[in-house]
């Protein structure tokens, strides 16, 4: 599939790492048609896609087989039936664990920027938790509530620890730290199919 690694494939679902930097569906434009569904349609012809990671970040993606399927695990994401599991490393010091709970909406004049809206943000909820220290910067272990565009990277920032390789929501500084988003989708578990899937952040 071009480089991309399968991480779980059986008769309901196809799983994959997806890279940072690769769309997870096609964009707008003839040079914006490579993407993870393509690659892995190419293989599996009944794949469609049941959820979608930003193109800066990496980890697992989810593919249903079948229109069936999908419309099955398109309702666990909806229902929060699916518990995902992502690993960031941070600006600062963080220390402990928490919930951000900021509403989110899109800053329509600076698309695809979204931005915290007490007003006319929808409902956003993210629980963090620190793992570790080490220059400054601390890696988190994050677990989104909700699915909104961005919303861990819009969360982190204004929690005032934006991630390393944010162009969008980091300062100039910590954007430059690293040539990447350092974000990524490292566990999905699906406690009704009896499926708990790990990929490790290469950061």
């Known amino acids: 599939m071009n480089d991309l690694t399968l991480c779980h494939v059986d008769d309901r679902l196809v799983v994959i790492a997806k890279p940072a930097g690769l769309l997870s569906v096609p964009g707008r434009g003839e040079h914006k048609q490579d993407c993870v569904s393509a690659r892995v349609q190419a293989r599996f012809a009944d794949a469609l896609i049941v959820h979608r990671l ?13 229109a069936q ?6 309702a666990d994401f909806a229902q929060r039936r699916v518990g995902k599991t992502y690993v960031a490393l941070v600006a600062g010091r963080l220390q402990g664990e928490g919930l951000i709970d900021l509403p989110l909406a899109a800053d329509w004049p600076n698309r695809p920027r979204q931005q915290v809206d007490p007003v006319h943000g929808k409902p956003s909820q993210t629980r963090w938790r620190a793992l570790a220290h080490t220059d400054g910067l601390t890696r988190v272990e994050l677990h989104p509530l909700t699915g909104r565009s961005h919303q861990l990277r819009v969360h982190l920032a204004a929690l005032g620890h934006p ?10 500084d910590i954007a430059a730290l690293r040539p990447r988003l350092l974000l990524h989708a490292s566990e999905l578990h699906l406690p009704h199919l009896a499926l708990c899937l790990h990929c490790p952040a290469e950061f």
């Open 69 to 74: 399927a999908q419309r099955e695990l398109s």
């Open 54 to 66: 930003d193109q800066a970040t990496s980890g697992l993606l989810l593919f249903a087989r079948g």
């Open 163 to 172: 991630i390393v390789g944010d162009t969008l929501y980091a300062p100039p």
